[in-house]
């Protein structure tokens, strides 16, 4: 069984070497039908010269009956012998030739009329029978090898037209059957060396779009196999780090969350704080209920810091992605609460989340997600706005609930959009300064970022960082197969829109 090569190297190889064998062979071919053309074209000259040398003989054999002059006989005789010379000197070379027999023949119908020359020669003058009947015989004989020898040359002409015109329609059988095969070869090549080429290249462009997946090309071929590995290897390297670089980011947002949480638990401490002292220096003197009252206040106030913590604790380890069923409206609650001490005074957070909305996700993540995204849209209101976060249920199948719908938005959409099947659909829109139209595309990139780019008084909103926030959003809602959207207008807002599945998937 032919192995066929595994490396592009080899297959380019194996085509040069296909290539020049068949030229090799169209080269050999060419030879040998212009050798054998050669000798058909010889053979011609030679039949050509034996026919007039054959109208010599007719020639001199007429004037010898009608002058009876000794010259024109031995004319005649001469040209008898220069045709047998002919036969003599190629009669060998073209032996194989399907003209070789007939050439002998010839030669005999020579030998025959030599010697009735030579008898007509010394017949005497007197013996008039004799010399009519040699003359009438000489002439049938003269006019056979005439015959003969014009037949020979006329076939022989035919024989070198069709010869020419096999050998035209050999050659344009050849170039057709060469560039069929060469459009083969083209295609198989195409298939087995360019179209490996070309997807590598298609994934290179997604890689330098930005997505990190794992290259994989269908190929077999030894190159292809060690640059895909190798880019592989770049990208587990490359996500590695992202990873680490979300997890900075994550870091970083901790200082939000913890100046929110401060603010939060001032709250709980100083009602406990109040209740202590209370307790402490009237204990005596207040009555039992009273005293209760303190005690669970002291207690419930305690479970709301315990509470606090414990969210701000779960936020900042680093665990498994592993979705559970939650309740959107207190997720989001959670996350405004992380960032109430960051809240500037002019803005004003308006929740609009059905309490029977749930999403199957990691409350971890998807709590990253809400807190990069609402933290950019307070941070892109000047002075003063407003922050809505909204959700809806979104039907495929019968009437959907009115609400936000990706469909009915032509900003940019990233990720794959659950298709025929409901989904949970939440909006976060702010009256902020909006994005500029050429920036929009690029926001979702890693790394992008415009921060202190932007010195004027007229301030845009470009989303300030460090060019990972957004792109973290974008990642986290496509381990949830969902897809995030987003839409704006300078000087009127922005709005991020977010799709995810109904139900466990």
Request: hydrophobic letters at 40%; proline letters at 2%; charged letters at 30%.
């Amino acid at each position: 069984m032919f192995k066929f090569p595994s490396s592009i190297r080899q297959k380019i190889v194996l085509g040069y070497y296909a290539g020049v064998t068949v030229i090799i062979l169209i080269s050999l071919f060419t030879l040998t039908e212009l050798w054998y053309m050669e000798k058909q074209v010889q053979f011609g000259g030679v039949i050509s010269e034996f026919f007039d040398t054959t109208l010599e003989i007719r020639r001199f054999e007429k004037n010898s009956f009608l002058y009876n002059q000794k010259q024109d006989f031995q004319e005649t005789i001469n040209y008898v012998k220069k045709a047998q010379t002919i036969i003599d000197q190629n009669v060998s070379k073209y032996r194989r030739l399907a003209a070789a027999p007939q050439l002998e023949s010839i030669k005999e119908d020579l030998r025959k009329y030599s010697l009735l020359m030579n008898q007509f020669a010394v017949t005497k003058t007197q013996d008039l029978d004799r010399r009519s009947a040699l003359e009438k015989e000489i002439r049938e004989q003269g006019k056979k090898i005439v015959t003969i020898a014009e037949d020979l040359s006329t076939a022989e002409r035919k024989r070198l037209q069709t010869l020419l015109i096999r050998t035209q329609q050999i050659l344009v059988s050849l170039i057709v059957f060469f560039s069929l095969a060469g459009i083969a070869i083209g295609q198989v090549l195409s298939r087995i060396v360019v179209k490996p080429l070309h997807a590598l290249e298609e994934q290179m462009r997604l890689i330098a779009e930005g997505s990190l997946k794992t290259v994989s090309i269908n190929s077999r071929d030894r190159e292809i196999l060690s640059l895909t590995n190798v880019f592989n290897k770049m990208l587990e390297e490359l996500e590695l780090r992202s990873k680490h670089l979300v997890q900075r980011e994550k870091l970083a947002s901790m200082g939000t969350l913890v100046s929110g949480v401060a603010h939060e638990l001032n709250n709980p401490l100083s009602n406990i704080s109040s209740s202590c002292q209370i307790l402490t220096e009237e204990l005596e003197d207040i009555d039992v209920e009273y005293k209760k009252e303190l005690l669970s206040q002291i207690s419930t106030q305690t479970d709301r810091a315990r509470d606090i913590v414990r969210s701000l604790l779960d936020f900042s380890r680093q665990r498994e992605f592993k979705k559970e069923l939650c309740q959107l409206n207190k997720l989001v609650e959670e996350t405004i609460l992380f960032l109430k001490g960051s809240i500037p005074a002019g803005v004003e957070t308006i929740l609009e989340i059905p309490s029977d909305i749930m999403i199957f996700a990691d409350k971890q993540r998807m709590q990253q997600a809400f807190l990069n995204l609402i933290k950019n849209a307070m941070e892109s209101i000047e002075k003063e706005g407003k922050v809505f976060i909204r959700a809806r249920k979104h039907f495929e199948k019968g009437k959907a609930e009115h609400g936000c719908d990706l469909s009915k938005y032509s900003g940019t959409c990233t990720g794959e959009c659950p298709v025929g099947k409901d989904s949970i659909d939440i909006e976060i829109q702010d009256t902020g300064v909006g994005i500029p139209p050429q920036i929009l595309p690029k926001i979702f990139d890693p790394f992008f970022t415009t921060k202190d780019s932007e010195k004027d008084s007229a301030r845009i909103d470009i989303r300030k960082g460090s060019g990972l926030g957004l792109y973290v959003v974008e990642e986290i809602i496509e381990e949830h197969s969902g897809c995030i959207g987003v839409y704006s207008e300078v000087g009127k807002g922005t709005s991020f829109l977010i799709r995810l599945p109904m139900g466990k998937t």
